[in-house]
């Protein structure tokens, strides 16, 4: 496994992470066995920086991991978030009704030592504020993550899906090492501003969903989603979109296949083309996806070729928003 450095730390972190939500929320049955054993060929793979957060499961997915955590801490990058609540007690995704979101300093400190319980862990080397919450000043928030800086509960600071002008008032108060937003062939709205600010205060991109949730593997049918699958909800699975999103796949698979690749290390070796300040962080619950996902990193991709995979992507253009109307209004805060 290749690998990337954080930010302007000296952290040194596998160039592709493993996103670990699916584990345990969103994406239908889980397997905690299948899990597990997932977690620990990342560990083989040399996949080190692991992605989670409190909201996944309401805190089941930061207890699964602390079984794998507790006796291979020392080989972990560990990353969680916090911010998102659930009215009943029940975990939904973000803009659902029993969901909201709460950036204030008291939350922020009781979120950390309830992570900290459930990881197992006396520390958390990467912690997010999941969004920014429109309510409550980012330098607040942002301040009290700086508290658990200096308390030795938290090593680095980060953002997700912040805005450029979020991004510069909170690295004003605390430095910020990573910023992590959906960021894929289908998803590239953080290019502009948003990316150009985090590199210039040295901000490493994150990317989560860099297949699109699953869409341009050309792997997925809608009608094959569990019934507790959120990809139901979203727009990029429904009507026109989807027909739009298949027919995408479909050609970007053939590409794919014509360079001797398969569709999902072709969307990942083109996220990591980007930039080597760019991590991504797939998602997957099972063993052969993630062997799949870490192929990614020996494909080198040449900007004739770049631009071919971004010239079939610009023929499908009516893609669809990546989040329903509710969670949109949390990105890009």
């Known amino acids: 496994m290749k690998n990337r450095k954080l930010g302007n730390t000296t952290e040194s972190l596998s160039a592709i992470g493993l996103g670990c939500m699916g584990m345990s929320f969103a994406y239908g049955p889980t397997d905690d066995t299948e899990s597990i054993a997932t977690l620990h060929k990342a560990l083989d793979l040399g996949i080190n920086f692991w992605d989670t957060a409190d909201m996944y499961g309401n805190g089941q997915n930061e207890e699964l991991l602390s079984r794998i955590l507790v006796s291979n801490r020392e080989k972990v990058f560990l990353a969680t978030k916090f911010g998102f609540r659930f009215r009943d007690g029940v975990a939904g995704p973000s803009g659902s009704p029993g969901t909201y979101f709460d ?42 993550m700086a508290d658990l800086v200096r308390e030795g509960k938290v090593r680095y600071l980060g953002l997700s899906e912040a805005s450029a002008a979020s991004i510069r008032k909170a690295h004003a108060i605390h430095p910020i090492a990573a910023l992590q937003s959906e960021y894929s062939l289908l998803s590239r709205d953080v290019e502009g501003d948003i990316l150009d600010t985090a590199r210039e205060l040295g901000i490493s991109l994150v990317p989560y969903s860099p297949l699109a949730r699953g869409l341009v593997t050309n792997t997925l049918a809608v009608d094959q989603l569990a019934d507790s699958d959120f990809r139901r909800l979203l727009p990029r699975y429904s009507g026109a979109h989807y027909d739009n999103n298949q027919r995408l ?11 001797g690749v ?22 997957t619950k099972k ?15 040449s900007a004739s070729e770049i631009a071919e995979i971004e010239a079939v992507a610009a023929r499908y253009p009516n893609t669809g928003e990546r989040y329903n109307e509710g969670s949109m209004k949390l990105v890009n805060n």
């Open 103 to 144: 950036g204030s300093p008291e939350w922020v400190k009781k979120a950390a030592e309830d992570s900290l319980r459930r990881l197992k862990t006396d520390v958390i080397d990467l912690y997010y504020a999941h969004r920014v919450d429109p309510n409550v000043p980012v330098e607040e928030t942002v301040g009290a």
């Open 249 to 259: 796949a479909a050609e970007f698979a053939g590409l794919a296949a014509d360079k």
């Open 262 to 283: 398969t569709a999902a290390q072709l969307a990942l070796a083109w996220v990591l083309a980007k930039g080597e300040d760019i991590i991504p962080i797939p998602g």
């Open 287 to 301: 063993r052969k996806y993630l062997e799949e996902n870490a192929g990614a990193v020996d494909i080198q991709l």
